[in-house]
Nanobody
Framework: QVQLVESGGGLVQAGGSLRLSCAAS????????MGWFRQAPGKEREFAAG????????DYADSVKGRFTISRDNDKNTIYLQMNSLKSEDTAVYYC????????????????WGQGTQVTVSS
């Protein structure tokens, strides 16, 4: 089992920045690829960013590429999502998720999920 807890969400003006964190506990964090997903009201959950279990590879949705950066700190069992130049369309509940090894790809079946943190961008 891997337990995931997101934090760092909040209300921010368009053009602003936020950094989300996802703290993991349980099994060996460094064995897991990680992803950030988001779900806006009335929409399906979508992939935002992913990072491989080694941290050497990242992947981003086109909608966030160049604005969001995913990173991981295995010593702290934490991943981060730095979000810059936020837009109103980034408003969503953001979830982190874990899958064993490999890449943090949008096409993988993630095994563990956090409860989510709300990000609201006002225009």
């Amino acid at each position: 089992q891997v337990q995931l807890v997101e934090s760092g969400g909040g209300l921010v003006q368009a053009g602003g920045s936020l950094r989300l964190s996802c703290a993991a506990s349980g099994r060996t964090f460094r064995d897991y690829a990680m992803g950030w997903f988001r779900q806006a009201p009335g929409k399906e959950r979508e992939f935002a960013a992913g990072i491989s279990w080694t941290g050497g590879s990242t992947d981003y949705a086109d909608s966030v590429k160049g604005r969001f950066t995913i990173s991981r700190d295995n010593d702290k069992n934490t991943i981060y999502l730095q979000m810059n130049s936020l837009k109103s369309e980034d408003t969503a509940v953001y979830y982190c998720a874990a899958v064993l090894r490999g890449l943090g790809s949008p096409y993988r079946k993630y095994e563990y999920w956090g409860q989510g943190t709300q990000v609201t961008v006002s225009s």
